[in-house]
């Protein structure tokens, strides 16, 4: 199988859910887990869907399993939450996954609002907004069209496709672009894989290397 972004998903009865924004992805393992799809015409927000209920996928087109359930009933890919703290400094340098706090303004850098006596009445704020992705422990939501990059830091390409084996659910192979007009595409095995984050993929060789790879030829 395999995952552009932006490609259809549809039920198996022709409904279109939205387009793919996202594979989730084990860095280790290279185990796919999930697909995160944009909101659509059946989605109000951004959906998490599990790989187990992808019948097919095509470039174009990705299609959900017959008696996957309703879509609409599928987690959202992030959920917000308001957490109270009593130390708001302290909580941001210990949870750097944290968002900023609600209500909190400044007029220059690292100053507060309620520290600067223009606010009579005002405390400062107590609650921040917490945000969760619903993916599983160890995975990364990663981006189609993450810059990929040698084991140099060398700028290679960035992610414009990933292939699965069906069966194992696990990525095996990367399709990376270069250039803007006329772009040349290499087929990168999950082998060659060294890190995953979200808008990046580290490799364990060299540009070069990968430079003397033969162009990658589509035959959708």
Same mark, same amino acid.
């Given at each position: 199988m395999q995952f552009k972004e932006n490609a259809d998903v549809i039920t198996s009865d022709g409904r279109n859910v939205g387009r793919i924004d996202r594979v989730v992805i084990h860095p280790e393992s290279k185990a796919v887990t999930h697909l995160v799809v944009k909101k659509g015409l059946l989605f109000s927000r951004d959906k998490v869907i599990p790989l187990?209920?992808?019948?097919? $996928?095509t470039e174009a087109e990705v299609t959900l399993k017959e008696g996957a359930g309703n879509p609409d009933d599928l987690p959202d890919f992030e959920e917000t939450q308001h957490v109270a703290v009593h130390d708001v400094?302290?909580?941001k340098r210990t949870q750097p996954g944290y968002a900023r706090p609600l209500a909190w303004y400044y007029s220059r850098p690292g100053v507060g609002w309620w520290g600067l006596g223009g606010y009579p009445g005002y405390s400062k704020p107590v609650y921040v907004t917490k945000t969760e992705q619903n993916i599983p422990?160890?995975?990364?939501?990663l981006e189609e069209g $993450?810059?990929?990059v040698g084991s140099k830091g060398e700028h290679i390409g960035d992610v414009e496709r990933v292939y699965t084996e069906p069966k194992e659910q696990r990525a095996t192979h990367l399709l990376i672009s270069h250039g803007l007009i006329s772009k040349e595409r290499k087929l990168i095995p999950t082998l060659w894989v060294k890190g995953i984050l979200e808008d990046k993929v580290q490799?364990?060789?060299e540009k070069d290397f990968?430079?003397?790879?033969?162009?990658?030829?589509?035959?959708?």
């Open positions: 187990d209920q992808i019948e097919t $996928a400094a302290g909580f422990d160890d995975t990364v939501p $993450a810059k990929v490799l364990s060789v990968v430079e003397r790879l033969p162009a990658y030829a589509s035959s959708d």
